[in-house]
């Protein structure tokens, strides 16, 4: 296992001397952990069939659930995509490289198990240079999910990465703390009417001002067959999470911790209380939530609560994040919703 540092500065780094070695590593079948503005990604190129298995077992990720295949330019989007529609062209212009990712028909170069057996795949352009840099040395897309175990807290830096997935993967590239802190926003384009499979960095409203209207998922089936990262339950903590709405603290809160993106009332009942955004910044607020939700978790409390945003642009990301990983599941008690 290899840990790569870029010799600049971690905030804006303009080029990394690990990069020849990550890229040489994904050539030969290998895989790597690299920073994007979102969340940090577990990449091998994207048509190696070995070490796309590599990633669902490390992961413990389930094959239908596909991957984002990230690219550097549109010219690998075309080599990818089977039909790009005009409104892929006018988002990709608007929002590339950037935290959004477009389900398209495939080609058939295009791996079934990178795709979950869909004939579609998801692209994105991250906006991460590490990541565009590594792309372009690698010669190929990548398909990379987030670098942690199935259904767990995101990692936001290089760290939280390495100590998801230690030594199970040979590289990792550092850049630093991811900007955005959320998962890519998922719009598939396979019909006329764009539909929000994920919400995320790019918000509902940003996306409806280039492509009009923009639906939602019929249900979670819909959401589940098209997009990565779409199942009920996940970005989940080990400690059993409940979802609070304020004033009125819950009758254990003197022995829980509690995580709100803005300031409410009745937070000074928690033993613990972490408040992402005191000034309001929603877009802070979701760069920190899963940093935020791996030191509570790490806390040793018994039981963790959170506070719903606003339901409205960032807001709706951070609060689709927190309802997965309040959901009843493998770690949590049916009790846990809100």
């Known amino acids: 296992m290899e840990t790569i540092t870029p010799p600049t500065s971690p905030a804006v780094p303009a080029s990394c001397a690990g990069i020849p070695a990550a890229a040489a590593c994904l050539r030969a079948g290998g895989l790597a952990v690299f920073p994007t503005e979102t969340v940090y990604g577990l990449g091998a190129i994207y048509n190696n069939l070995p070490a796309l298995a590599r990633i669902f077992e490390i992961k413990n990720r ?6 984002i295949v990230h690219i550097a330019d549109l010219a690998q989007m075309a080599g990818l ?7 892929a062209l006018a988002l990709a212009e608007k929002f590339w490289p950037g935290p959004l ?16 057996g869909m004939p579609s795949v998801a692209l994105r352009m991250p906006r991460h240079p590490l990541a565009l840099e590594l792309i372009e040395s690698a010669g190929a897309p990548l398909a990379a999910p987030s670098a942690n175990r199935f259904g767990g807290i995101s990692p936001t830096t290089a ?27 998922v719009l598939s384009l396979l019909e006329p009417a764009p539909v929000l499979l994920r919400p995320g960095g790019i918000t509902l409203e ?9 639906r939602l998922p019929a249900g979670d089936a819909e959401r589940r067959r098209l997009s990565p990262g779409g199942l009920p339950r996940h ?3 080990a400690t059993p999470l ?39 910044d929603l877009a802070a607020a979701a760069a920190d939530l899963f940093a935020a939700l791996r030191r509570l978790d790490a806390a040793g409390w018994p039981c963790l609560y959170a506070v719903l945003a606003p339901e409205e642009g960032l807001g709706r990301a951070i609060n689709d994040r927190l309802r997965r990983a309040a959901a009843p599941g493998r770690s949590a008690p049916a009790d846990a919703r809100g």
């Open 206 to 214: 940003a996306i409806a001002r280039v492509a009009g209207g923009v």
């Open 235 to 237: 970005y989940a903590p």
């Open 62 to 67: 389930p094959r239908f659930d596909p991957l």
């Open 159 to 185: 760290a939280a990465a390495r100590a998801e997935l230690g030594a199970a993967v040979e590289i990792y590239l550092d850049g630093g703390p991811c900007v955005v802190g959320l998962e890519s926003t």
């Open 101 to 116: 990712t477009l389900v398209l028909p495939k080609r058939d170069c295009v791996p079934d198990l990178a795709t979950a």
């Open 242 to 280: 409940r979802l609070w709405q304020p004033p009125d603290p819950p009758p254990d809160a003197g022995r829980a911790a509690l995580l709100t993106p803005l300031p409410v009332p009745g937070t000074e009942a928690f033993a613990q209380a972490e408040i992402l955004a005191p000034d309001g």
């Open 81 to 87: 995509a089977a039909a790009i529609p005009p409104a």
